[in-house]
């Protein structure tokens, strides 16, 4: 069984940044990639960010050259450093990582999600 907790999310105006990480734990035996997600309100779940075991990144259009995504392996931790930030960035964001279980079994495992509100 493998978990994801996520942390940062919170209330930033405009043009600010937030930093979020999320990291897994359990029966891990390697991850394959990580990537995060985000749901606003009345809209379906949109991929925002993946990035690859050997560091190839992919970005949804509406935040390119304002997020980041970046990982630490050895902590098996994912991030996502929001720069820039506007309103309709305002969602519930979820990482996600595909990993590979000590049973010998790929996972696609979910955070419970940080909320993440741009205002005024």
């Known amino acids: 069984q493998v978990q994801l907790v996520e942390s940062g999310g919170g209330l930033v105006q405009p043009g600010g940044s937030l930093r979020l990480s999320c990291a897994a734990s359990?029966?891990?035996?390697?991850?394959?990639?990580m990537g995060w997600y985000r749901q606003a309100p009345g809209k379906e779940r949109e991929l925002v960010a993946t990035i690859g075991s050997g560091g190839r990144t992919n970005y949804a259009d509406s935040v390119k050259g304002r997020f980041t995504i970046s990982s630490y392996n050895a902590k098996n931790t994912v991030y996502l450093q929001m720069n820039s930030l506007k309103p309709n960035d305002t969602a519930v964001y979820f990482c996600?990582?595909?990993?590979?279980?000590?049973?010998?079994?790929?996972?696609?495992?979910w955070g419970q999600g940080t909320l993440v509100t741009v205002s005024s």
């Open positions: 996600k990582m595909r990993i590979a279980t000590t049973s010998g079994l790929w996972e696609d495992a």
């Open positions: 359990g029966s891990i035996f390697s991850i394959n990639t």
